[in-house]
């Protein structure tokens, strides 16, 4: 990439719409991130090993507040080229020219594409593609929790082997004095990545719909079966890989509840499976969402769910049960507890839809 170049997504993200989903980052961060200088190299600390900051819930540690510890801190990955070469960067730049904003209206947070740059005394730099999120800090005692739920679940799904992008950093831009101050999650972009989102919905008919949500069970297989449970699955934040297969990212709002099935005991175990039954509902919330939205829509006349019952056929035919059959069939360890969560899940979902049917059959009178 030569210096007059413009960064952007591939258009298999972003479309081909000049002005819409590709907006300029705001000049205040703009300002902070281009002029961003360490006047003491040592602020620059390698990420520690942040999966050991877990909790029974995938939370930062309440005794470790490693908000209050962070400032500029990189992946030993990207560290790498000034270690071996004896030397630490200097200076931090991002190139405003090439930040711009990806997301629809509907993201809550957006994701930010850039280059970033460091820079040694001695000269040696190295120029990573990124993406960018940011995060408010709302005082110095707040552990900016969405932001270390990301970098601590990132950092958890890349040791246990799973497909997902790769941490790049994390800066923090001071405690607020008045207004708000920002954290930064930096990952290195993903050559490739769509989200389903971005998928072409028109025009589908029932026949296409297993292929075409292949990708939300082979995300769910990947996360449930390692007890990590989104939060926040819609589609825009299921991941395709070139290869279509699923790339895992957004865990802002995940949970990692390996060590609470560890610590199941007889006298707990109904509080337990209550909350994994919660934590698994959600997650099939996020998903109804998005097939509200992107499918039932674009659905021939005839081959569309009309009522509550149709809608729950079509939800345990084409996701609960392919989901099920998935896990059942599947290595991960955790099979029978998410057996019986999902057995507890499907009957909440079922009554669910059939309390909606009783609604929709005979509706009140005014």
């Known amino acids: 990439m ?11 993200l972003v479309g081909e719409t000049p002005s819409g989903n590709i907006l300029p980052l705001p000049p205040d961060q ?3 991130l281009n002029r961003l200088r360490m006047v003491n190299p040592r602020v620059v600390r390698p990420l520690p090993d942040l999966s050991t900051h877990l909790n029974h819930e995938g939370a930062v540690v309440n005794e470790t507040n ?5 400032n500029v801190n990189f992946s030993e990955d990207v560290l790498k080229p000034f270690a071996e070469a004896g030397e630490r960067p200097g200076s931090v730049t991002f190139q405003p020219r090439r930040l711009a904003r990806m997301g629809s209206e509907r993201s809550y947070r957006g994701a930010f594409f850039g280059v ?14 990124v993406v960018v999120k940011q995060y408010p800090i709302m005082g110095p005692k707040d552990a900016t929790h969405n932001a270390m739920q990301e970098v601590t679940l990132l950092d958890y799904v890349k040791k246990l082997g799973l497909p997902t992008v790769d941490l790049v950093g994390v800066i923090r831009n001071g405690y607020p004095q008045s207004g708000e101050a920002l954290m930064y999650v930096i990952t290195r972009h993903y050559p490739g990545l769509e989200s389903m989102d971005e998928l072409p919905w028109r025009n ?19 996360l449930h079966g390692n007890l990590i449970f989104s939060g926040d699955l819609e589609f825009k934040n299921i991941g395709l890989g070139e290869d279509g297969g699923p790339v895992i990212y957004d865990l802002e709002h995940a949970t990692s509840a390996r060590d609470l099935v560890g610590h199941m005991t007889p006298e707990n175990e109904d509080e337990v499976l209550e909350r994994l039954t919660t934590l698994m509902g959600r997650d099939f919330d996020s998903i109804a969402i998005s097939v509200d939205s992107n499918v039932y829509p674009n659905l021939p006349e005839g081959e569309r769910p009309e009522t509550p019952m149709e809608r729950f056929t079509f939800e345990l035919n084409l996701i609960l049960e392919p989901y099920h059959h998935r896990i059942m069939s599947g290595s991960s360890r955790y099979k029978d507890a998410l057996n019986r969560v999902y057995n507890r899940v499907l009957r909440q979902r079922l009554d669910a839809a059939r309390a909606q049917q009783e609604q929709h059959d005979n509706p009140r009178q005014g």
């Open 2 to 12: 030569t210096s007059g170049e413009h960064f952007r997504p591939p258009g298999s």
């Open 30 to 32: 703009v300002e902070f």
């Open 66 to 70: 490693l908000a209050s510890r962070l």
């Open 116 to 129: 970033m740059n460091l820079e040694s005394e001695e000269g040696r730099r190295q120029s990573v593609p």
């Open 204 to 222: 589908l008919t029932a026949a296409e719909l297993p292929d075409r949500l292949h990708p939300v069970i082979d995300t769910l297989e990947s």
